[in-house]
């Protein structure tokens, strides 16, 4: 073996062979293990012992390996054998023994015995008892250790979490910028509520390093924590350190980490008990343990980019804190005291109780809001794809595509408050961030979409394109697909299907005529072939024609370029070509709703409607516009904007604000400096096949469809017969809650389950996300 740096040992496995038969006598097999420092090596003799050899790292010093195999000796007595290894003298009765490497530096060889066992880190679904054991293992150890000490143990290093502050240099390297403003968070946390506290913390000699690798668990069918191993980062410091880094690493592949966590609190308390300050220190430190590994992992990843070894545990790192962006920290603290089952007569609700909420809602807020959920959620804080309870729990969020790049997203979120700080007025200054926002918006559409109109909601955008269409026309007609929906506002429900068909609906109104939906899968064409777009486009051209008879007239054809209500249709191919050559031929203007699929969503494309090679003569779109801040848009042709300058002038208050131009601009600089649109493709697609997966083995999903990250999967009870199954795919999302992900119902038959969520949403979201509904439709099954 060969490296680069003349710190890290270089031997080969012959050259090991050699060295255990001079310094201990032994002969046997040999492999090498996996090492960042040092080097390791597994001897098996020909009686089937196993042994562990070690080659430190020439930075080592004596005394530090000294205070590493006197603490495993020290432990060694103390513990049930296999606990820890212990350490085995040479021939000459040495611990330690020096040599040289190939390139004359010095190295210090040690043995250990073997200890059997699998990794934490091979365990992805870990019990509740397993945690336990764990923070029963940490807390022994700790317990142990509590009357030992070494003078090299009080050292500088740099995983001690009293250094934590250190690696603010470190967090310039990690990109993109929203994770780098999280690991920020984390550090400034810690120095805010553990390091006033630090000097009043028990202290003494720790492991130090109780991740998911070190820890050896059981091979029986109740999985348990048994052992210890690798004592390299052994330091004297905060005793509530060790149990922190050990939750820390326990919570990777939850889907509810301040749960796990607070599992191996209670197994840890039972044995070694905590106090007061140490389980107000818990909940930073835990947090403060993932930045600093991320950090490192960020900065070494530079030194060493082809060195797998650095960011073994950087991605389910990361995964675990945006799973606890938005845990309170009074929340956390409530928690880890119930798992020490420490009185709680003095703890609160944080805000309003659940309860105390729905009460206020049934008294002052209109009964026709309707809320999601049989037991509804209280969510209190957001970060990127998840939502959080009262409770600290993380809901993967799986269906809101308005936090388009995520959450409160840093970027935008400080857009926001910049802007906002400095001047909020409206479009009847000049001000650089309207002019910067309509060109940049602009430019991700083809021509001749150029002309803006800034407005707060999709449905305003909507009621303002009507108003274009029907004044460039001078007439009121409008032909709209089956089951679109458009908005809330007077004139929307009207050309709305979904919403004036449905319950409390007055019906279609006479100057609204309905074209079947473009859908191959229970519609009028459900087998697509080339002619199938062309087919459904023909009902365009009949309603069409009956406005243009109707003393109404026809002015235009509105639809969404994917259908949302409508179940997540992906029209027929060609299907809005031939729908739009109907319309011009009649003088009509062609609007399509992009409110719910803009944006990159789609994946393939920008704009949903490209997917079809066809440009609209209006678009409109909100919701993902301003991740959140109430902003949308209608964008239109020079010559219908033309036309709408009439005399009658057009504004709106709030409509192209400073501040709403400066989010706009900073959801836009997000998605193409994280390249989220091709984020979208690549993981809509993996989602898209494992959904098939499922369609495959369970015929409840009679169909999936969808682009990027907007999916959705039809359940129907009998596939030949297409009955809608609204009850089993109502009763899968809110098992799904239950198992921590936010998913709805939709389409006119209430049948369908889509999946929109923000564009953060990882491959390992999906790959959980797929999991855990294969669980539910067994379930059901």
């Known amino acids: 073996m060969t490296t680069e740096n003349p710190s890290i040992p270089s031997l080969t496995t012959e050259d090991a062979r050699h060295l255990a038969r001079r310094l201990y006598g032994l002969e046997g097999d040999i492999e090498s293990l996996p090492g960042e420092r040092s080097q390791n090596f597994q001897l098996r003799d020909p009686g089937g012992q196993i042994r562990v050899l070690k080659i430190a790292n020439a930075d080592e010093t004596q005394s530090m390996l000294e205070a590493q195999v006197r603490a495993l000796e020290h432990l060694a007595s103390r513990l049930s054998t296999g606990t820890v290894q212990t350490p085995l003298p040479s021939l000459d009765g040495a611990l330690l023994t020096e040599i040289k490497g190939e390139r004359g530096t010095r190295h210090i060889a040690h043995l250990l015995t073997f200890l059997p066992g699998s990794s934490l880190a091979g365990v992805p679904r870990r019990s509740p008892e397993l945690l336990r054991s764990l923070g029963h293992l940490i807390a022994t150890i700790d317990r142990e250790l509590a009357d030992f000490d070494h003078p090299a143990a009080h050292r500088d290093l740099v995983w001690d979490l009293t250094r934590a502050s250190t690696q603010w240099a470190n967090t310039a390297t990690i990109q993109p910028a929203r994770r780098r403003f999280l690991a920020e968070q984390f550090l400034t946390e810690f120095e805010q509520h553990v390091i006033p ?29 048994v052992s210890l191993i690798d004592f390299g980062d052994l330091v004297h410091s905060r005793q509530v ?78 995964d675990v804190m945006d799973r606890l962006a938005g845990v309170d920290l009074e929340v956390a603290r409530q928690c880890f005291d119930n798992a020490c089952g420490r009185n709680q007569a003095d703890a609160r609700e944080l805000g309003r109780s659940p309860e105390e909420i729905l009460e206020t809602r049934r008294r002052h807020l209109g009964p026709s809001l309707s809320l999601s959920y049989r037991q509804p959620l209280k969510i209190v804080r957001g970060w990127m794809q998840y939502l959080f309870d009262n409770s600290g729990r993380p809901f993967l969020d799986c269906v809101n595509n308005v936090c388009h790049v995520g959450h409160c997203h840093p970027e935008v979120v400080a857009a926001n408050r910049r802007q906002m700080a400095r001047l909020n007025t409206n479009t009847r200054y000049l001000h650089d961030n309207l002019a910067n926002y309509a060109e940049r918006l602009v430019a991700t559409l083809p021509d001749p979409l150029s002309v803006c109109y800034f407005v707060c909601t999709g449905s305003e955008a909507n009621d303002l394109a009507l108003r274009l269409a ?47 939906m473009p859908d191959t899968f229970r519609q009028r064409h459900p087998a697509e072939t080339p002619q199938t777009g062309e087919m459904y486009a023909a009902e365009v051209a009949t309603a069409v024609e009956q406005l243009r008879q109707s003393r109404h007239g026809f002015a235009a054809f509105f639809s969404e370029s994917i259908l ?16 739009f050559q109907h319309v011009r031929a009649a003088g009509g203007v062609c609007v399509l709703d992009e409110v719910q699929v803009g944006f990159g969503r789609v994946g393939s494309h920008f704009w949903a409607f490209e997917t079809q090679g066809i440009v609209p003569d209006i678009v409109t779109i909100g919701k993902p516009i301003g991740n959140g801040h109430p902003l949308a848009a209608v964008i239109t042709t020079p010559e219908i904007a033309a036309a709408f300058d009439n005399g009658m002038e057009y504004f709106n208050t709030f409509g192209g604000n400073p501040v709403s131009c400066a989010v706009g601009l900073a959801v836009l600089d997000v998605i193409e400096q994280e390249g989220l649109q091709a984020h979208a493709l690549e993981v809509g697609d993996h989602l898209l096949r494992g959904l098939e997966g499922l369609k495959q083995r369970y015929p409840l999903i009679g169909d999936v469809r969808g682009r990027g990250l907007f999916l959705g999967a039809e359940f129907v009870k009998n596939l030949e ?49 797929l999991y855990d509904l294969d669980q539910v439709l067994a379930e059901l099954s």
């Open 197 to 225: 506290i630090l000097d009043n913390l028990p202290a003494g000699v720790i492991h130090n390093d109780g991740n998911d690798h070190n820890v050896l668990v059981s091979d029986t069918q109740d999985v348990r924590a």
């Open 241 to 318: 350190f060790g149990l922190a880094i050990a939750a820390a690493y326990a919570m990777f592949g939850s889907s509810h980490p301040l749960a796990a966590a607070a599992e191996v609190v209670t197994g840890y308390h039972a044995v070694r008990p905590l106090d007061d300050l140490e389980l107000e220190a818990l909940f930073p430190a835990i947090r403060a343990r993932l930045a600093v590994s991320v950090t490192i992992s960020a900065s070494r990843k530079l030194e060493r980019p082809d060195d797998s070894y650095v960011t073994v545990s950087e991605g389910p790192a990361w």
């Open 470 to 516: 029907r004044t460039f026309t001078g007439h009121q007609g409008i032909a709209v697909v089956d089951g679109d929906y458009h908005g809330h506002t007077g004139c929307l429900i009207e050309i709305s299907p979904y919403k004036h068909d449905g319950p409390g609906g007055l019906g279609t109104p006479d100057h609204v005529r309905k074209v079947t």
């Open 564 to 579: 949302s209500c409508g179940g997540q249709i992906v029209p027929a191919e060609g299907y809005f070509k031939y729908a």
């Open 721 to 769: 017969t297409l009955e809608p199954a609204a009850d089993e795919a109502s009763e899968v999302v809110d098992r799904m809650k239950h198992r921590g992900y936010l998913l709805s119902t939709d389409g006119p038959l209430y049948n369908v389950i889509k999946i929109k969520p923000p564009l953060t949403f990882t491959r390992g979201n999906a790959d959980d996300l």
